[in-house]
């Protein structure tokens, strides 16, 4: 894809004469279609209108903007239009794949007591139960999104002053983590991540049982899986921890600055979104506090 990528970018730049800022931008949203894929293990040219949909759906969840994610589609559509026309395909995967309306979605959020009953799931009585019970804790405990987490290395947590730094390209930011997550963590490190990783080489945190990088398909299946032992009827992805942990900071008095440095948004107006669950507690504060409400 890289190649391909190259080719394209080339004929953006000379062809079409596009200026710089428009290039960057297909750039961006083409350089994170292809971690989503190579995340998915998915090769490029085997994408599949699905794919594309199951791509449009995580930029949904991650809280992106219906402008962002049509641009992005927009730059994957001209991508593949590219590729089939220079015969690397016979069909073009994003034919029927259709722009977001221009609306902001409500993210789907866990009651505390779903929480609670998730992350209880997991029983530290095997290897494979202390990281489940390690990595259920630290997602909600510091709502940092899927690639991220399981991008992490050992060194990037301090258990000492328990923090974890997050990566992400240029960027760092340092997220505390709570007294059950520590614990959880501290006990995966100490007694099953030595025992799983198999080379001493490996530095990711959260490894499979071949002792290597747990990918973003594992997380998910682990996830899947608890949320059934635990009968939640609501779909729980790991997005749906990232939107609980912002939205029970903020209805416990956060500050909407802090959890949007903790999430790592860019723009507070990402963060704003979980205000109308904020209002919707002082609604029924007021209701109950109020002599003539």
Excluded at 19 to 33: A, G, I, V
């Amino acid at each position: 894809m890289e190649r391909q990528l190259k080719f394209f970018f080339n004929f953006l730049a000379e062809d079409k004469k596009l200026s710089d800022n428009t290039l960057q931008s297909y750039k961006r949203d083409l350089k994170q279609f292809k971690k989503y894929l190579e995340d998915c293990e998915i090769h490029y040219n085997r994408v599949k209108e699905e794919d594309i949909k199951d791509y449009v759906k995580e930029m949904q969840e991650e809280g992106k903007k219906a402008s962002s994610i049509s641009r992005s589609i927009a730059s994957i559509r001209s991508f593949y239009q590219f590729v089939v026309k220079n015969k690397k395909m016979k069909v073009d995967p994003t034919l029927n794949i259709q722009s977001p309306k221009i609306e902001k979605r409500v993210p789907s959020v866990l009651t505390s007591k779903e929480v609670e009953l998730l992350l209880n799931q997991p029983k530290d009585v095997d290897l494979k139960g202390i990281r489940d019970k390690a990595m259920l804790e630290f997602a909600y405990a510091t709502g940092m999104r899927v690639t991220e987490i399981i991008s992490l290395n050992i060194d990037d947590i301090n258990l000492d002053e328990g923090f974890v730094t997050c990566k992400t390209g240029n960027k760092q930011r340092v997220i505390p983590l709570g007294t059950m997550s520590l614990k959880a963590l501290k006990e995966y490190i100490e007694e099953a991540r030595d025992i799983l990783v198999k080379s001493e080489n490996e530095q990711a945190l959260f490894v499979n049982i071949n002792g290597t990088r747990l990918t973003r398909q594992g997380f998910w299946k682990i996830i899947k899986y608890y949320k059934e032992q635990a009968h939640i009827t609501k779909d729980i992805t790991p997005h749906v921890l990232r939107h609980s942990f912002a939205t029970h900071l903020l209805q416990n008095g956060a500050d909407l600055k802090a959890i949007q440095t903790m999430l790592g948004h860019s723009d507070i107006s990402s963060t704003q979104v979980y205000m109308q669950f904020q209002e919707e507690g002082l609604k029924n504060v007021y209701k109950k506090a109020h002599p003539r409400a």
